[in-house]
T-cell receptor, first 117, second 118 residues
């Protein structure tokens, strides 16, 4: 089955700096890679996702890059703000939108991001 | 709130007791997932349903665990003869698979049911 590894486990940055979180996956059939943000005591929520037909996707201060050959993908947060402090999880699954076939999401172990003033 | 709801939010039980958690997904969502999350870890997949059919079960789901979704709406997760190692947050999530081409894959999570086994 799929195995997702995530690094680093903790990350501390100063407000305004950039943060990068990296994940690798094992199953070459995986083609859907979402990122979830979980604030303390709250539910995980999707912040951005990418499919294997693109190499990069951006949404305001958040971007995700994907390298299918190396089987790794990364989350980039620019101009970090205190409200970005949370645990971030990457995940992978096989999701064939044209056929409706989708496997379960396999999550990484999480990165605790702390944005300091 | 029309999101995913879970009940109870917290459950403390003694080892050996049975517990049951309930999940009400977003009403139009036909896929429902159960995940388990322990401190400092990512959610671990347990099982998922499409409508009332249970399509996949993790090897983590021992024979003490059973999940149902009898009418394709709410779901229950029962743990029999609880052990201290069952202590975790049990997360339910739902997603919409309206048409094959519209399956975005996004999971909407509930707040979770925290189980503590003494």
């Amino acid at each position: 089955g799929e195995n997702v590894e995530q690094h680093p486990s903790t990350l501390s940055v100063q407000e305004g700096d950039s943060a990068v979180i990296k994940c690798t996956y094992s199953d070459s059939a995986s083609n859907y890679f979402p990122w979830y943000k979980q604030e303390l005591g709250k539910r995980p929520q999707l912040i951005i996702d990418i499919r294997s037909n693109v190499g990069e996707k951006k949404d305001q201060r958040i971007a995700v890059t994907l390298n299918k050959t190396a089987k790794h993908f990364s989350l980039h947060i620019t101009e970090t703000q205190p409200e970005d402090s949370a645990v971030y999880f990457c995940a992978a699954s096989m999701n064939l939108m044209g056929t409706g076939t989708a496997s379960k999401l396999t999550f990484g172990t999480g990165t605790r991001l702390q944005v300091t003033l | 709130d029309t999101g995913v709801s879970q009940d109870p939010r917290h459950k403390i039980t003694k080892r050996g007791q049975n517990v049951t958690f309930r999940c009400d997904p977003i009403s139009e969502h036909n896929r429902l997932y159960w995940y388990r999350q322990t401190l400092g870890q990512g959610p671990e997949f347990l099982t998922y349903f499409q409508n009332e059919a249970q399509l996949e079960k993790s090897r983590l789901l021992s024979d003490r665990f059973s999940a149902e979704r009898p009418k394709g709406s709410f779901s229950t997760l029962e743990i029999q003869r609880t052990e201290q190692g069952d202590s975790a947050m049990y997360l339910c999530a739902s997603s919409l698979r309206k048409h094959p081409g519209e399956d975005t894959g996004e999971l909407f999570f509930g707040e979770g049911s925290r189980l503590t086994v003494l």
